[in-house]
C-alpha cells in the first residue's frame, strides 16, 4: 500500500496538504484568536470565496479584511478563500442557474455548441447576461451562506481552540460575571 501511495503521488499530496492548509491552521487556532471570530473569518472566507467571476476572490477577501479591520482574522479569511477554489468553480453554474430562476430568464445553454460560439465571440451577450445572473444568484445566497457557515463553525472553532490552545479563555474578556457583579454591588 505503501508502495501504491508513492508512486502515485498520494504521499506528496498529503505532505502539500499539511504544510498549506493543517500546518497555517494550527498556527492560526495556537495564536490566541477566539471562535467567534475564527468562526466569522472562516464564513467570510468561504462565502467571498465561492463569488462566481473566478480570480476577484482574493481582492474581495482582502477589501473585507480592510473594512472590517479587527473584527475578522485576516490569515483565517484568507485560508478559507483558498480552500474554497474549487467548491467556486462547481458552484459557479448553480449560481448562474438560480439567478436565471430568479430573473425568469432563458438558461444559457452549456453544450458544445454555446462553447464554439464563446470562443468565436459570437455570443458575447449571452455571456455578459448569464454573469450577471451567476451574480445575482451569488448575492441573495451569500447572506444565507455566510450565517450557516458562521453557525456550524462557531462549535467546531471552540472545540479546536480549546484542544490547540487549552490556555485560552474562551470567555469574552470585556463580559463580566456574576459573582464579580455581586462583588462590585456589596462593596458600593
Known amino acids: 500500500m505503501g508502495d501504491l501511495s508513492r508512486r502515485s503521488g498520494l504521499r506528496g499530496i498529503g505532505t502539500w496538504f499539511n504544510k498549506q492548509v493543517?500546518?497555517?491552521f494550527v498556527e492560526i487556532i495556537s495564536r490566541g484568536a477566539q471562535p467567534k471570530e475564527l468562526a466569522l473569518s472562516a464564513a467570510l472566507g468561504i462565502t467571498l470565496g465561492v463569488?462566481?467571476?473566478?480570480?476577484?476572490?482574493?481582492?474581495?477577501?482582502?477589501?473585507?479584511i480592510t473594512m472590517l479591520g479587527t473584527a475578522v482574522n485576516a490569515p483565517t479569511v484568507m485560508l478559507a478563500n483558498f480552500?474554497?477554489?474549487?467548491?467556486?468553480?462547481?458552484?459557479?453554474?448553480?449560481?448562474?442557474?438560480?439567478?436565471e430562476f430568479i430573473t425568469g430568464g432563458?438558461?444559457?445553454?452549456?453544450t458544445a455548441?454555446?462553447?464554439?460560439?464563446?470562443?468565436?465571440?459570437k455570443a458575447s451577450k449571452e455571456i455578459l447576461l448569464s454573469i450577471v445572473?451567476?451574480?445575482?444568484?451569488?448575492?441573495?445566497?451569500?447572506?444565507?451562506?455566510?450565517?450557516?457557515?458562521?453557525i456550524v463553525l462557531v462549535p467546531c472553532f471552540t472545540m479546536l481552540v480549546r484542544r490547540f490552545?487549552?490556555?485560552?479563555?474562551?470567555?469574552?474578556?470585556d463580559?463580566?460575571?456574576?459573582?464579580?457583579?455581586?462583588?462590585?454591588?456589596?462593596?458600593a
Not at 106 to 110: N, V
Not at 133 to 150: E, Q, S, T
Open 22 to 24: 493543517v500546518e497555517p
Open 51 to 64: 463569488f462566481p467571476i473566478v480570480g476577484v476572490t482574493f481582492f474581495l477577501c482582502v477589501l473585507a
Open 83 to 99: 480552500l474554497a477554489t474549487p467548491i467556486e468553480l462547481s458552484l459557479i453554474i448553480v449560481f448562474l442557474r438560480f439567478g
Open 106 to 110: 432563458a438558461h444559457f445553454p452549456l
Open 113 to 121: 455548441d454555446a462553447l464554439k460560439k464563446v470562443l468565436t465571440g
Open 133 to 150: 445572473h451567476a451574480l445575482l444568484g451569488w448575492l441573495v445566497l451569500a447572506p444565507f451562506i455566510l450565517g450557516l457557515l458562521y
Open 165 to 173: 490552545s487549552p490556555s485560552i479563555s474562551l470567555e469574552n474578556e
Open 175 to 187: 463580559e463580566v460575571s456574576y459573582t464579580e457583579v455581586m462583588l462590585k454591588v456589596r462593596d
